[in-house]
């Protein structure tokens, strides 16, 4: 059964950083696509970073290109999100997600596409 499981959220100021991680159980994900979504309250989930394998290319949402970093570690079927400068419109759930699908390596913001997503973690940006 695959599984996965954020976590690193929290409660910051802006400006503050945060490391997500998203560990994958139940198969070995290193030629999927990987993807972070951010859901802020409200609002439809969105996307924000995807790589495919961890040494893939990077793709980024243009609202975080520069301040958000995603990277893999095959090893420990695990993926990253790293986050600076975080700004309040960054508030809301991140949910992590994978899919098999290569159209996703074109477009890595079709959500529908994604096969398994995590449970999210909560981000709070303080102003």
């Known amino acids: 059964q695959v599984q996965l499981v954020e976590s690193g959220g929290g409660l910051v100021q802006a400006g503050d950083s945060l490391r997500l991680s998203c560990a994958a159980s139940?198969?070995?994900?290193?030629?999927?696509?990987m993807a972070w979504f951010h859901q802020a309250p409200g609002n439809e989930r969105e996307f924000v970073a995807a790589?495919?394998?961890?040494?893939?290319?990077?793709y980024y949402a243009d609202s975080v290109k520069g301040r958000f970093a995603i990277s893999g570690d095959n090893a420990k079927n695990t993926v990253y999100l790293q986050m600076n400068s975080l700004k309040p419109e960054d508030t809301g759930v991140y949910y992590c997600?994978?899919?098999?699908?290569?159209?996703?390596?074109?477009?890595?913001?079709?959500?529908?596409?994604?096969?398994?997503w995590g449970q999210g973690t909560q981000v709070t940006v303080s102003s």
């Open positions: 139940g198969r070995t994900f290193s030629s999927y696509t």
């Open positions: 790589i495919i394998g961890s040494g893939g290319t990077p």
């Open positions: 997600a994978v899919g098999r699908s290569r159209r996703l390596a074109a477009a890595p913001e079709r959500h529908y596409e994604y096969d398994y």
